[in-house]
T-cell receptor, first 109, second 114 residues
Framework: KQEVTQIPAALSVPEGENLVLNCSFTDSAIYNLQWFRQDPGKGLTSLLLIQSSQREQTSGRLNASLDKSSGRSTLYIAASQPGDSATYLC????????FGTGTSLTVIP | NAGVTQTPKFQVLKTGQSMTLQCAQDMNHEYMSWYRQDPGMGLRLIHYSVGAGITDQGEVPNGYNVSRSTTEDFPLRLLSAAPSQTSVYFCASNAGTAYNSPLHFGNGTRLTVT
């Protein structure tokens, strides 16, 4: 089975803190790695997509990295805000898209 | 700029009833798919399509049918609803073979089977 693991499952941080969310996968045959945000009761919103030939992508306060050799991706959030509170999911694209179960982030004002 | 549109947003069914979840996208995407999301299970692929007239099974296809008669639409049919099908269903699309194409999601359908 194509495993994608996200640790931790939940994270609570004070506002302003920098934080890192982790995503690991067991199959190095990867076309891209995508990070999503999901708010309660909503669909998934794409944040960043890293192609297999890339090492990282940045959008505003978000930076995602990809290390295929170790089967890991990280999402770095700088200067966290209460509005960042959501569940963050990663998905590895191989033949299909394989999702992790997400990290639930709470940013405390 | 609609993106991926799912209807209905909420649905309650009795065991044994059938229904169709609708999904439409206006981005001319080749690839469309259906997922279900359950607590602690993540997103699981039900069925997918790589183009009009082509469909295939995902990880959890039993109890569901799909068809793809047009590029825009990809309905999901529940043939005889069971309580185990209580879940949130998401439709997603992307440009298929373009590996820099992100996956776009609809807002989901929350289904309860009693």
């Amino acid at each position: 089975k194509q495993e994608v693991t996200q640790i931790p499952a939940a994270l609570s941080v004070p506002e302003g803190e920098n934080l890192v969310l982790n995503c690991s996968f067991t199959d190095s045959a990867i076309y891209n790695l995508q990070w999503f945000r999901q708010d309660p009761g909503k669909g998934l919103t794409s944040l960043l997509l890293i192609q297999s030939s890339q090492r990282e992508q940045t959008s505003g306060r978000l930076n995602a990295s990809l290390d295929k050799s170790s089967g890991r991706s990280t999402l770095y959030i700088a200067a966290s805000q209460p509005g960042d509170s959501a569940t963050y999911l990663c998905a590895r694209r191989g033949v299909q898209f394989y999702f992790g179960t997400g990290t639930s982030l709470t940013v405390i004002p | 700029n609609a993106g991926v549109t799912q209807t209905p947003k909420f649905q309650v069914l009795k065991t044994g009833q059938s229904m169709t979840l609708q999904c439409a996208q206006d981005m001319n995407h080749e690839y469309m798919s259906w997922y279900r999301q359950d607590p602690g299970m993540g997103l699981r692929l039900i069925h997918y399509s790589v183009g009009a007239g082509i469909t295939d099974q995902g990880e959890v296809p039993n109890g569901y049918n799909v068809s793809r008669s047009t590029t825009e639409d990809f309905p999901l049919r529940l043939l005889s609803a069971a309580p185990s099908q209580t879940s949130v269903y998401f439709c997603a699309s992307n440009a298929g073979t373009a590996y820099n194409s992100p996956l776009h999601f609809g807002n989901g359908t929350r289904l309860t089977v009693t």
